[in-house]
T-cell receptor, first 114, second 109 residues
């Protein structure tokens, strides 16, 4: 069982380019999340989805979009990357959204925007 | 606003005991989580507290006092592999996790 996979592992991107970070889980979890982690700051929620077909905005959604066409996949898109989006991005999932279920994390994507 | 505070860095000796504190102010409370994160890796779940008191799980224990907005993670019989960052997170009234910046624990032989 892979759990949660993310791709790519790392990426260097020119400012202004479009980029999609991929996230797939095989645990049949209903809820999925995207976080960014920056040095000296806690994980910050970008977007979430409590179930397939629904999405919601987190703490820092500007400049990012998501879709949830099915249970397993939750891609994160940067429409026009800016240097402030340089970060480590983690995808997570939990059995149920809107609940106290434990969140499980993917290995992360290191993104550098130049 | 919502705030989670924990020390930035702590140092301890192999075989010893260390306590990592976390204080929080959030809009609502639906439980407190502790995660471990090794450098360059994903956070992994350690413990969950929603009621006051101590939860013990092997060498790791977690304590919660809701009235004081306070938790601690206690690590016993420290091993070199315990060198990692420890993240405190509170689930708020919207069932979203609010995260502290993490405590980097350095274990010395």
């Amino acid at each position: 069982i892979a759990g949660i996979t993310q791709a790519p592992t790392s990426q260097i991107l020119a400012a202004g380019r479009r980029m999609t970070l991929r996230c797939t889980q095989d645990m049949r979890h209903n809820a999925m999340y995207w976080y960014r982690q920056d040095l000296g700051l806690g994980l910050r929620l970008i977007h979430y989805s409590n179930t397939a077909g629904t999405t919601g905005k987190g703490e820092v959604p500007d400049g990012y979009s998501v879709s949830r066409a099915n249970t397993d996949d939750f891609p994160l898109t940067l429409a026009s990357a800016v240097p402030s989006q340089t970060s480590v991005y983690f995808c997570a999932s939990s059995a149920r959204g809107g609940n106290t279920d434990t969140q499980y994390f993917g290995p992360g994507t290191r993104l550098t925007v130049l | 606003g919502q705030n989670i505070d924990q020390p930035t860095e702590m140092t301890a000796t192999e075989g010893a005991i260390v306590q990592i504190n976390c204080t929080y102010q959030t809009s609502g409370f639906n439980g407190l989580f502790w995660y471990q994160q090794h450098a360059g890796e994903a956070p992994t779940f350690l413990s969950y507290n929603v009621l006051d008191g101590l939860e013990e799980k092997g060498r790791f224990s977690s304590f919660l006092s809701r009235s004081k907005g306070y938790s601690y993670l206690l690590l016993k019989e420290l091993q070199m592999k315990d060198s990692a960052s420890y993240l405190c997170a509170v689930m708020d009234s919207n069932y979203q996790l609010i995260w502290g910046a993490g405590t980097k624990l350095i274990i010395k032989p």
